[in-house]
């Protein structure tokens, strides 16, 4: 019995544990947090690990944002001509020092390295020539996009095992990818006005080729617009004067004159100008005896007219071989007015010439120096035989003569005209030059000294002239056949007639003009262009540096994660 009531006895207090247990739940957490470990753990391996592919993501698209650019920068730098680089290099084009092809590809792939993205098993920087995401801008782009391998670590839990398997190791891969076109062809502009307005009446045959034209001032067309790319101003910029009038850019910063001085006034405000050379600079001083005393100032149909101041063929052979700026030149120096013609002055002024006076020197280039006047044509033809192959190029270059209470001596005399270029003095002629390729007026084929003083407010509404420095009428006689520029910073022009192409063998297709203000009016053509394919288009050839921006409009297409 006793044995029996013990056994009953131990099972109660067993049962009545059991029954205490199951009425306690303070075990209960333990099983449950064992059931539940795995999807915690696989919640914030989620959590964890997608943060962190996403910090990789946004810092390798900050590499290839930056890889991106600085690849299209130097497909910019290292363009010929407008051609950029077209072709993806191999992978080992930057093992040495790359080819200007290839350099692009080695700068994107070095920039990437230095936002510690540098190629690896697990890294790849993948540079490439794609058509860029907005093709109705622009269609070549370069593209980089820099893939990272980024290890897998508490998703492995889940069963996730990555995108990739690099050395036996799980990884996700992590790109980014952005695009950039290469920085346009730099903005030429054929013509630049230094102090003033571009403005057009009528001129239903002007047509400069789509060239881009700049206006410190304000640019307007009325009646015909001139065909332009596109029409910069300081001010505003009128789109009847462009080939396709959408793109009218207007308030822009001032634009320098690239011949002038490194500090130029313009529109009354000093604007610093580095990279300008200033060519006037390096006119030769005028002759011993050369003063307002005794230059002559009168026009070449008056019998008094001195023979020194005639230039014959004798003159031209006979030009004074000087070394400016290095450079050995041909130059011949006139003091006050001059005029073309065969030497003879009688009682009806100076004779025309009896036949085309020619510059034919191969081996120098030739700086006709006009002081304190302006050159009368007379009837006659000057020209060069400049070419691809053979000749010299010729300045003809009006300038100052430094003396105290005025540099330009004007009467006002026949033709109305002081130091300006030419005169056709009512007989007509023609300068047919090709300016020189090198030196110190490279590309200045018509020059003005930009050393001169008197004030200029440009050719009034009916063509006269305002100031001595003004050339009014320009282009309608004498003809001007020109390959460069025509440059007369400080004097308002007007055009009623052309300036032509260059006529002889070899001829460039490259003319330009940098004048204070331009007016265009009538049937003034500004550039008779026939025959040529592209008004700008040979003009570093040529030797002639086009006012401009060189190489900056990156195009920033997209940014693709």
């Not at 914030?44 to 993501?57: F, K, P, R, T, Y």
């Not at 370069?142 to 990272?148: A, E, G, L, S």
């Not at 440059?487 to 022009?493: E, S």
Request: charged content about 10%.
């Amino acid at each position: 019995m006793t044995n029996r009531n013990q056994s009953k006895g131990l099972v109660g207090r067993v049962g009545a544990v059991l029954a205490k247990f199951r009425r306690r739940r303070h075990g209960a957490v333990a099983p449950i947090l064992a059931l539940a470990i795995i999807p915690i753990l696989g919640s914030m391996g989620i959590g964890a690990e997608v943060s962190n592919w996403w910090l990789v993501q946004r810092t390798a698209q900050n590499a290839a944002d930056s890889a991106v650019l600085a690849a299209a920068i130097d497909a910019g730098n290292n363009m010929t001509g407008s051609t950029y680089p077209t072709s993806t290099p191999t992978n080992n084009a930057c093992t040495t020092v790359p080819s200007a092809s290839a350099s692009w590809y080695c700068q994107a792939i070095s920039t990437a390295a230095r936002y510690n993205y540098a190629r690896s098993a697990t890294v790849r920087v993948e540079p490439a020539i794609a058509t860029c995401p907005n093709a109705a801008i622009v269609s070549q782009c370069y593209q980089v996009t820099i893939t990272k391998m980024v290890p897998i670590y508490l998703l492995g839990v889940l069963g996730y095992n990555g995108s990739d398997v690099v050395a036996g190791a799980k990884y996700q891969r992590v790109s980014s990818t952005a695009y950039a076109a290469a920085p346009g062809p730099p903005v030429d502009f054929c013509i630049l006005t230094t102090n003033g307005d571009i403005q057009t009446n009528g001129t239903p045959g002007a047509n400069v080729q789509k060239c881009d034209t700049f206006s410190n001032g304000n640019t307007s067309c009325t009646g015909h617009g001139i065909h332009t790319g596109l029409s910069y101003a300081t001010g505003t910029s009128d789109t009847t004067c462009e080939n396709t009038p959408t793109i009218a850019p207007g308030g822009q910063a001032a634009e320098c004159d690239p011949y002038g001085a490194t500090t130029q006034t313009i529109q009354g405000n000093s604007v610093s100008c580095p990279l300008s050379f200033n060519s006037s600079s390096y006119i030769p001083t005028p002759p011993a005896g050369c003063t307002t005393a005794n230059a002559n100032v009168r026009l070449s149909n008056d019998s008094a007219f001195p023979t020194a101041n005639v230039i014959t063929q004798a003159t031209i052979n006979g030009a004074t071989s000087m070394t400016v700026d290095g450079q050995v030149m041909q130059v011949v120096q006139m003091c006050g007015a001059a005029s073309f013609g065969s030497g003879t002055v009688n009682g009806s002024g100076v004779a025309t010439c009896g036949s085309t006076i020619s510059y034919t020197g191969a081996s120098a280039n030739l700086l006709v120096v006009v002081y304190g006047g302006g050159l009368d044509l007379n009837g006659c033809t000057f020209q060069n035989n400049e070419s691809t192959s053979s000749g010299g190029g010729v300045t003809i270059a009006f300038a100052p003569i430094p003396v105290t209470g005025g540099t330009c001596l004007f009467t006002g005399g026949h033709g109305n005209y002081g130091c300006i270029p030419v005169s056709n003095n009512s007989s007509g002629g023609e300068l047919d030059l090709a300016a020189p390729k090198s030196g110190p007026f490279s590309g200045l084929a018509i020059m003005q000294s930009a050393n001169y003083s008197e004030p200029s407010s440009g050719c009034t509404p009916s063509g006269s002239q305002s100031g001595p420095l003004d050339w009014c009428n320009a282009g309608n006689s004498p003809t001007l056949s020109i390959q460069g520029l025509v440059y007369v910073p400080n004097g308002g022009m007007t055009f009623a007639g052309a300036v032509s192409k260059f006529q002889q063998a070899g001829a460039l297709d490259c003319m330009g003009l940098i004048i204070k203000s331009l007016t265009i009016k009538g049937t003034g053509l500004v550039i008779d262009n026939s025959g040529m394919a592209s008004l700008t288009g040979q003009c570093t050839q040529a030797g002639v540096t086009l006012p401009g921006v060189p190489h900056t409009h990156v195009f920033y297409q997209a940014l693709v994660g």
